[in-house]
């Protein structure tokens, strides 16, 4: 009984709800939440949110999110930034959606989506096909591509051998994307990346056109399934819609052996979060589950490399400067030779272990984790796979980060 009484204590009363009632007479939350104090939000120089289940789940503000993220900002007067493994929209629309819901985004306040981040990427692609061939800059940039070596690599490569010959740019090749998406994403990326290159093609997985041949890229991004509340007729037709795309994809990735597959982010969509569409690498299963069902021998490009969290850990230089968050800045962008990069007073609020929190393994930051979204009070108690005494802080949802 002394235990439940001081889970009761330690609880914040305002975040209590009904899903939440029954850890008290379990027993089992007491072994796992972890709050942090207000001396310890203090202490940070930045909070990193995620999104989707941590602010907002589908096109709703999570209860007390916006009360909370508002009172960290204007009155205790933190720095915040987000970032999302969120792939289907700009960070203009996610900055407008999460203004509607009352979130109170400015100007000071970033928001980075895995769409952005994919954009990103697909421009240092560019940027390394456009570097002249010489010195074995196109074959660094080429082991880049199918290696995927750190972009800190790549940027001394380059930088050295510009300041020592001195070339200019030049293009050296066109380029093709095929982008396997809904498509907000595509004309996203399309829209961004004509308006500075023009010998760059796109083509999109919705769009009835000859198969392409020679794609360099193939970015997977989120695709729609079918609205359950349509009727039975337009489900059918949607569920057509679904398959024709499939069918698009297992043409392409046939005709494109070797491809290099860019995924919009690695998410892995738990059974028990229901949403409208399919993450990534739920569709590119679906795209393999597709192929060899037409063809046994199907396989796809071995060729992949994800974007997002948690592996957008190269970004963190531009977070040093942005936020001047440690005096030892060139120490932690070049101490390659060192086992680890400082210790940065950044606390990462996620609701997901495999991104978020290993995300904050990778820049080396405290980890907050909400159980909000992806990750629920059952996944801790049974472990999966979790190690819950690597983070610093566990709690039911984000009201607790400003008591």
């Given at each position: 009984?002394?235990?439940l009484?001081?889970?009761?204590l330690?609880?914040?009363p305002?975040s209590i ?20 104090t207000p ?19 589908n096109?709703?503000?999570i209860p007390l ?16 930034c987000i ?6 929209y700009?960070?203009?629309?996610i ?42 800059i196109?074959e ?10 750190s ?16 070339q200019?740019?030049?293009?050296v ?11 907000e994403?595509?004309?996203?990326l399309?829209?961004s ?6 010998n760059?093609?796109?083509?999109h997985?919705k769009?009835n056109h ?27 037709e ?11 994809a297992f043409?392409w ?19 028990h979060?229901?949403?409208n569409?399919?993450?990534p ?22 060729d992949q490399?994800a974007?997002?969290k ?6 963190i230089?531009?977070f040093i ?6 005096d ?22 996620g ?16 980890k ?7 990750t629920r009070?059952?996944?801790?108690n ?14 039911p ?7």
């Open positions: 009984m002394s235990n009484k001081h889970m009761f330690d609880y914040n305002i709800s009904s899903k939440y009632i029954n850890w008290f007479f379990s027993g089992s939350a007491g072994t796992v939440i972890k709050k942090p001396e310890n939000i203090n202490s940070y120089q930045l909070l990193i949110f995620s999104m989707n289940g941590v602010l907002r789940n096109d709703k503000a999110a916006v009360e909370t993220f508002n009172k960290l900002k204007n009155e205790m007067n933190k720095k915040i970032i999302t493994n969120e792939c289907r700009s960070p203009k629309r900055k407008k959606e999460l203004r509607s819901l009352g979130f109170n985004i400015d100007n000071d306040i970033d928001v980075i989506t895995a769409s952005s981040l994919t954009l990103i990427a697909l421009t240092n692609i560019l940027k390394w096909r456009h570097v002249s061939n010489s010195s074995g196109q660094e940039t080429e082991s880049y591509s199918s290696k995927y070596i972009r800190k690599r790549y940027r001394k490569i380059v930088n050295s051998s510009l300041q020592t010959q001195k200019t740019q030049t293009i090749s066109s380029t093709k994307f095929g982008i396997i998406s809904d498509p994403l595509f004309s996203y399309k829209n990346i004509t308006k500075k290159y023009h760059v093609l796109f083509y997985i769009v000859p198969i392409p041949k020679d794609l360099d890229y193939v970015v997977i991004g989120t695709l729609s399934k079918n609205n359950q509340e349509e009727n039975k007729e337009e489900k059918q949607e569920k057509h819609n679904i398959n024709s795309e499939l069918e698009n043409q990735f046939k005709s494109n052996p070797k491809v290099s597959i860019i995924l919009a982010n690695s998410n892995i969509q738990p059974d979060r229901e949403i569409y399919l993450e690498i739920n569709l590119l299963k679906e795209i393999e589950k597709y192929g060899k069902n037409k063809d046994k021998d199907f396989e796809l490009p071995i490399i974007v997002g948690p592996y957008c850990s190269e970004f230089d531009k400067e942005r936020y001047n968050l440690t030892s800045k060139d120490k932690l962008i070049d101490s390659e030779n060192s086992p680890k990069s400082p210790k940065l007073k950044v606390l990462m609020v609701d997901d272990y495999n991104s978020d929190i290993k995300f904050a393994e990778n820049i080396n930051c405290d907050c984790l909400v159980l909000t979204g992806n009070l059952e996944d801790l049974n472990n999966n796979n979790i190690d819950t005494s690597s983070i610093n802080y566990i709690i949802d984000v009201s607790y980060l400003a008591l």
